[in-house]
């Protein structure tokens, strides 16, 4: 059974940068493409970028430039650094497995909350 995780969320003014950390257990980590996910109230959860096993990534046009994904496959982890943060990526981030290959079980989440 995959526990996921997810830290280091908070309230940050627009412009400032925070770091989300992605925890997993019992899995298979290192083959696993894992991807960041956020959800807005009243919107629909939302793919915001995924990294392989290898380390390449890719990210949705909203948060490309601003947001970097990496991982440690030693450590189980996967990061979020976000930087230029901006009130419309006020969500719930989540991580899970990129959606190709269906999903864990999904943790709580961390907070992100952005003032303008």
């Known amino acids: 059974q995959v526990r996921l995780v997810e830290s280091g969320g908070g309230l940050v003014q627009a412009g400032g940068s925070l770091r989300l950390s992605c925890a997993a257990s019992g899995s298979i980590f290192s083959i696993t493409v894992m991807a960041w996910y956020r959800q807005a109230p009243g919107k629909p959860r939302e793919l915001v970028a995924h990294?392989?096993?290898?380390?390449?990534?890719n990210y949705a046009d909203s948060v490309k430039g601003r947001f970097t994904i990496s991982r440690d496959n030693t450590k189980r982890t996967v990061d979020l650094q976000m930087n230029n943060l901006k009130p419309e990526d006020t969500a719930v981030y989540y991580c899970?497995?990129?959606?190709?290959?269906?999903?864990?079980?999904w943790g709580q989440g961390t907070q992100v909350t952005v003032s303008s």
């Open positions: 899970n497995k990129h959606p190709k290959w269906g999903y864990y079980d």
């Open positions: 990294i392989t096993g290898g380390g390449s990534t």
